[in-house]
């Protein structure tokens, strides 16, 4: 009996947690509004803001079944609905403001569609993990192409630094005008090259070392943990004191580096995952510090708040599931300058979700 009445008393101690979390949110149902033009998206690959708070989406049209675009189809077998353009932008209310994409004369649009991310001068820029890409494209906020670094085709290595492997994210570094690459599906490492030219800079792979194909096996939570990034290598962002945070997905872990690729420290997350990884995306919280990494996990299905200064788990929200604010394989997040979540999934997931911020945290004012 005494040994319930502890249970209970844990259990009742536990229930608070969630409202004790360092940042709440709440899910809003009405985000976005439906698409015009009879659209539908398929799955939802990438999220990024923009210094004016719009929210880009980058989706895939080639994963919709015939089914979900049948008014597509010669001769279509119902009226709804036609694949959307890869590139939706949407205001804060969930309109839909501009649609871009696809192949187009002199670049190399990507297999399967992976990450989007805007830059500090309001430049897009794209990356595709599909099995010939390797590449990414910059573009303008009206899809004039401007650039692309490395070509599509057969994969090579790690060492190659003509083109990249499967490349799954990039971020821009106001302070140096770089870009740096997750790359990637096939890669294992972190490559940057100069944002205006497309100069190859440096690159690393796990703590820093030079980066290597070796087949690593099944990750095993028991193991000592890996020397080298498991594919895939998903995302980077970069802080504004200089450091780098790296996805290192199906390792369970984030790894720290300082810009010229020197190891700082490394954190696991969910370490017991065993199916395809706890860190899909990292985002940094808009408070003056940046206190904390906001952390998309599409195996556990939730978004967790870690503390940035050690990784620590301070707050999370979601579920497996199909409700609004579940999720199914959500892939990616981006955090505007209200602290406004705003996350993407795919497999059969193909949605956005906005996530509200509640609290009254003093934020810093996003420079355009």
Partial sequence: MMRWIAVLVALACAAPALAEDALRFRVDPAWPKPLPNNWI???????????????WVVQRPRTLTDDEKAASLNPPRTRCCVPAPPVLVFDQEGNLLKAWGGPGQGYDWPQNEHGIHVDHKGFVW??????????????????????????????????????????????????????????????????????????????????????????LGTYDPAAAPARQFRNPVHCVQVARDGLVYVCDRTNNRVQVFRSDGAFVKEF????????????????????????????????????RTLRREDGATVGRFGRNGRMAGDFHWVHNLAVDSRGNVFTTEVDTGKRAQKFLFQGDMVLRKRTP
């Fill in 41 to 55: 998206m398929g799955q939802a690959a990438g999220v990024a803001v923009d210094g004016e708070d719009r929210i």
């Fill in 126 to 215: 794209l990356a595709g993990n599909g099995e010939q890409d390797g590449q990414i494209l910059k573009f303008t906020q009206d899809g004039r192409f401007v650039m692309q670094i490395g070509k599509s085709g057969p994969q090579t290595d790690s060492r190659d630094t003509t083109r990249l492997g499967r490349p799954a994210q990039v971020q821009v570094d106001p302070a140096t005008n770089e870009v740096y690459v997750a790359d990637g599906y096939y890669n294992h490492r972190i490559i940057v090259f100069d944002a205006e030219t497309g100069a190859f800079k440096r690159m690393w792979g796990a703590y820093g070392e030079p980066p290597t194909d070796v087949a």
């Fill in 268 to 303: 696991s997350v969910e370490p017991q995952t065993r199916a395809n990884g706890s860190v899909w995306e990292l985002a940094l919280w808009p408070d003056e510090a940046q206190t904390f990494l906001m952390n998309a996990d599409g195996a556990n299905n939730e978004v």
